[in-house]
Each structure stands twice: as structure tokens, then as C-alpha cells.
């Protein structure tokens, strides 16, 4: 099969013929349609992402979909000819997506949402996975609380925006001027500039000065801030003082300690359900990248979520 191939960190990826995979028990291989490009993907193909890092020569590329061409042993919820989408490799020696098959754990797979494209769908599985996990599982979500989202219209920001809205919350956002459009388009209420407003939740996807930000910002008796970038070191006394607590979200860790996986699929099959119900959506970047064309495809993040066609 063709791959792109990082062989050296920091340097351009290769286009190759490599050795096509054999779904093992509990895999499902997947020719996979299409592969999206997030932040992490640039970072790990530079080399600085140390919490992601890939043993080299590696095939990156974390989330994809595609359609399954065979399932290993014991594998019962896919069947051949199934459309799917996952974050399934790329991170921890697990091969990526930018390739044009992949022998994945059958566990962090879903089928796809049927109202979308699977280029669109190739997009969600990290953004809505990080956002579902800081807010429904770590804070506990409910209609009618005043949820904040810090950087909502960044990729995992707008999952985080689209789904505490499903959820029934009251939301806010923050952003550059810029974006309020994009903003208030899904439904929030834009913020430029905190002003001493309480929140019940705190979504900060931005880290360092704003999640020091968040903690200011959380009410007091049980508000929860939530981080998926909380890597840097923090004062908690302003947390500690309106009696909030915090909680971090780290997506990789299923993929890079093999726990857990199961989750990820559950998370999935809820997100296309709020797709197919028209209450979650992915902005795309306008141009389209063939598999060859990876690195311009890399290049070009930063105007919308940028997906490679592979299949």
C-alpha cells in the first residue's frame, strides 16, 4: 500500500509503498478514505511533542475513516463494507492514518454519522473526544449551567461550544474579535475580554495565562475548570479560594497505555448520533490534499480543519 512516512523529525514526509497490514484479533482493518490533520500531527512530525512521540521511521496521522475490508477474530460490532471513523494511531508506534490502510483496534472505532461525508467525519474524533471528556465526564455537564469555553473557535473549542449546547448548558466563549462571527454562528455568546463573570464550568483549550485566567473565572461552591493544556505550572490558590476544583483531560492516554479504548468508541457512537441530529458540525478548510500532497497538507492548517483524501 502507499503511506507517508516521517523518517526523520523535522523533515518532510516521504510517499512510499510499505507492507499492507492483517487485522489481528480484535482489529479491524479499515481502507481508510480520509485522513485529518490536527496541531498534534505537526508537532509529533517536528518532533516536540514528547508526550506523543513516535518511534521513526512512523506513518502519523491520528484520526481517520474509512470502510472496513475485513475484521480480525472476535471482532462482532463491524462487518465488512461498514463506514467508520476513529482516533486510532499515530501516537505511541501505533500506525497512523495517512496511509491507504490501517489494521486498527476495533475498540476506538464507530460507525460513521450518515448525514456527513467521510471527509467530514475523519475530522471529528479527536475534537469531540477531548471536548466529551472534559465536559461530560470530568464535569458532569447539565442543562441549564453557565459553561465558558476559553478559545471556542479553535477545533477542539467548537466541538466544546457545539456539544455543551446539545447538552442544554448556557454558553460562552471566548475569542479574538475576529471570531466572533464564527462564534456566535454556532450558538454561543461571544466574549472578548473576561470582565469578572462567574461560571458554572470552565473549558479552557488554551492553556498557560488562560487557564491561569479560568481559575478567576469559575463560581464559587463546586465550579469545575477543565484543561485539556493544563502542562505548565499554576497557582491553585485562586481555585482553592472559591472552593472550585479542576480536573485535566489527556486523549492520548488509550491509545498510548492500551486502557480504556472502549471509551472512545462509546464517545463516537454518541457524537454521530448529534450529527445525524444536526447538532454537531466540522468546519472544513476549502482546499482539498491528495495523499502525495501531506505536507502542503500540513502546511496548510490553520484556515479550518484540513482533511487529506486518500481513498
Request: hydrophobic residues 50%; without cysteine; glycine residues 12%.
Amino acid at each position: 500500500m502507499k503511506a507517508m512516512i516521517l523518517k526523520s523529525a523535522g523533515q518532510p514526509l516521504i510517499h512510499e509503498e510499505i507492507a499492507k497490514p492483517v487485522a489481528a484479533a480484535g482489529q479491524v482493518l479499515v481502507r481508510i478514505h480520509a485522513s485529518a490533520v490536527n496541531p498534534l500531527d505537526l508537532k509529533i512530525a517536528a518532533g516536540k511533542a514528547d508526550h506523543a512521540r513516535m518511534p521513526l521511521p512512523a506513518v502519523l496521522g491520528i484520526d481517520m475513516a474509512g470502510v472496513v475490508e475485513a475484521v480480525g477474530p472476535g471482532v462482532t460490532a463491524f462487518v465488512p463494507g461498514d463506514a467508520v471513523f476513529g482516533m486510532t494511531g499515530g501516537v505511541g508506534g501505533v500506525q497512523g492514518s495517512l496511509a491507504e490502510y490501517a489494521a486498527v483496534d476495533a475498540d476506538l472505532l464507530a460507525h460513521a454519522p450518515r448525514s456527513i461525508s467521510l471527509r467530514h467525519a475523519a475530522a471529528l474524533p479527536l475534537a469531540i473526544i477531548t471536548a466529551w471528556e472534559g465536559l461530560v465526564d470530568r464535569a458532569h455537564v447539565q442543562a441549564g449551567q453557565s459553561v465558558l469555553v476559553q478559545g471556542g473557535a479553535g477545533g477542539v473549542g467548537r466541538m466544546a461550544v457545539q456539544l455543551a449546547l446539545a447538552l442544554g448548558a448556557q454558553v460562552s466563549a471566548t475569542g479574538r474579535a475576529a471570531q466572533r462571527e464564527a462564534i456566535e454562528a454556532m450558538g454561543a455568546r461571544f466574549i472578548e475580554q473576561l470582565d469578572g463573570e462567574e461560571f458554572d464550568i470552565v473549558y479552557d483549550t488554551v492553556g498557560g495565562a488562560v487557564l491561569d485566567a479560568s481559575f478567576r473565572a469559575v463560581r464559587e461552591y463546586g465550579g469545575h475548570v477543565v484543561s485539556a493544556l493544563g502542562w505548565g505550572t499554576h497557582a491553585l490558590a485562586p481555585l482553592s479560594f472559591r472552593a472550585a476544583s479542576y480536573s485535566g483531560v489527556f486523549t492520548l492516554l488509550p491509545l498510548l497505555s492500551g486502557k480504556r479504548r472502549a471509551a472512545h468508541g462509546a464517545i463516537l457512537r454518541e457524537a454521530a448520533r448529534l450529527v445525524d441530529a444536526g447538532q454537531l458540525s466540522v468546519h472544513l478548510h476549502g482546499e482539498r490534499f491528495t495523499l502525495a500532497q501531506a505536507n502542503q497538507a500540513h502546511a496548510a492548517l490553520g484556515g479550518g480543519k484540513v482533511v487529506v483524501d486518500i481513498a
